[in-house]
């Protein structure tokens, strides 16, 4: 009995560690996280190309999420649904969520669960979130077209706030 019980002790811990629903949310400006510009590349899930985040030369919503988080899931259902309203997502700035700490195929497999319409990338070894986030997942950071991190935030957001910090979006018809 003994071992069960701590057994589910484990298993509810690392649950709670690897999500922000364990966390009050919380919203910090570029200042609270570790750099103040964001480079790297990441690894687009469903095809063979990397995306170098410092050529994009656009403004750039990155959500970094993880496959066991209830809050991540929670807040991507609620993306795909308000583009649905909106008619897709928006077409001259780069919206992406990062899976950290994912195999390949739990990525895959999340974005399918989710029907995630927007581009999904892996970070390899976790060093992007490492570099440019503090806290747990969901984090997500909005940039400037140079690259300069205009606010991080941890926690859910939402996406009246991300299109106030990025500029208008223009929506494909």
């Known amino acids: 009995m003994g071992i069960l019980r701590n057994l589910n002790l484990i298993l509810l811990s690392v649950l709670l560690v690897g999500c922000g629903s364990s966390l ?24 063979s190309q990397e995306l170098d985040l410092r050529a994009a030369n656009r403004s750039m919503v990155l959500i970094f999420a993880s496959d066991s988080c209830v809050v991540c899931a929670r807040e ?3 993306f795909v649904a308000e583009f649905a309203d909106r008619g ?44 440019a986030c503090t806290g747990t997942t969901p984090c997500v950071l909005t940039v400037a077209p140079n690259g300069q991190i205009i606010r991080t935030r941890t926690g859910e957001v939402s996406l009246t706030d991300l299109e106030e910090e990025t500029g208008p979006w223009l929506y494909a018809q």
Do not use: C, Q
Request: negative net charge; without cysteine; aromatic residues 8%.
């Open 88 to 131: 897709g997502h928006p077409s001259n700035i780069t919206f992406l969520t990062i899976m950290v700490g994912a195999f390949l195929e739990d990525a895959i497999a999340w974005r399918d669960f989710h029907r995630i319409p927007w581009p999904m990338a892996i970070d390899d070894g976790d060093s992007l979130f490492r570099t």
């Open 24 to 47: 009050p949310g919380k919203i910090g400006d570029a200042s609270e996280t570790k750099t103040s510009s964001v480079s790297g590349t990441v690894r687009l899930i469903g095809t």
């Open 76 to 78: 991507a259902d609620h």
